[in-house]
């Protein structure tokens, strides 16, 4: 069964530190969908990024960078020199190609605290 | 302006009352999603419309209608509302050969 969990829920740390959110995946598919969401404290869903099954590629985008390792089922988020405003719950998700309704199954988000 | 808007963005209500919360999006996107968020929890999905008289239930369909207006518009109903149901609700959209959805603004729904 497809599932996503994100071990970590809550994490503190102080600006300027690294931090690293894990996401694992499971599923049966052999194409599917990994997404990070980011849930800042006004409560909407900003989308972060994508990544497809058949691209392992890591991606760096400002302070943020992914790490997707297939072998091991995970989808990593790290912040880079972490700021206040990072401050929200990030939720990790997949969708499977073989689901028409493509619907996105999440994990249960951690919620990270930068202090100043 | 948002591409996806979501009305009321907060509701109370009474259980048994019948509430609607609907959702319009500018982004041209014919599938459209409702998922529901509850505390410490991530989104579980309600019902989705890949079109115009499209209506498909998802994992959590019990106590939900939804009615989709037009391409851009999608709506949920709560027929008789109870307090299990208070959560944040979510509307998304997403183009047929794309694989991301975006969301609404949520809506916070109160049953008392």
């Known amino acids: 069964a497809q599932k996503v969990t994100q071990a970590q829920t809550e994490i503190s740390v102080v600006e300027k530190e690294d931090v690293t959110l894990d996401c694992v995946y499971e599923t049966r598919d052999t194409t599917y969908y990994l997404f990070w969401y980011k849930q800042p404290p006004s409560g909407e869903l900003v989308f972060l990024i994508r990544r497809n099954s058949f691209d392992e590629q890591n991606e760096i985008s400002g302070r943020y960078s992914w790490n997707f390792q297939k072998s091991t089922s995970s989808f990593n988020f790290t912040i880079t020199a972490s700021q206040v405003v990072d401050s929200a719950v990030y939720f990790c998700?997949?969708?499977?190609?073989?689901?028409?309704?493509?619907?996105?199954?999440f994990g249960s988000g951690t919620r990270l605290l930068v202090r100043p | 302006d948002a591409d996806v808007t979501q009305t009321p963005r907060n509701r109370i209500t009474k259980t048994g009352k019948r509430i609607m919360l609907e959702c319009s999006q500018t982004?041209?996107?014919?599938?459209m999603y409702w998922y529901r968020q509850d505390p410490g929890l991530g989104l579980r999905l309600i019902y989705y419309?890949?079109?115009?008289?499209?209506?498909n239930k998802g994992e959590i369909s019990d106590g939900y209608s939804v009615s989709r207006q037009a391409q851009a518009k999608f709506s949920l109903s709560l027929e008789s509302a109870i307090p299990n149901q208070t959560a944040l609700y979510f509307c998304a959209t997403r183009k047929t050969g794309e694989e991301t959805q975006y969301f609404g603004p949520g809506t916070r729904l109160l049953v008392l």
């Open positions: 982004k041209g996107h014919d599938r």
């Open positions: 998700a997949l969708s499977e190609a073989k689901d028409s309704s493509y619907k996105l199954i």
């Open positions: 419309s890949f079109d115009v008289k499209d209506i």
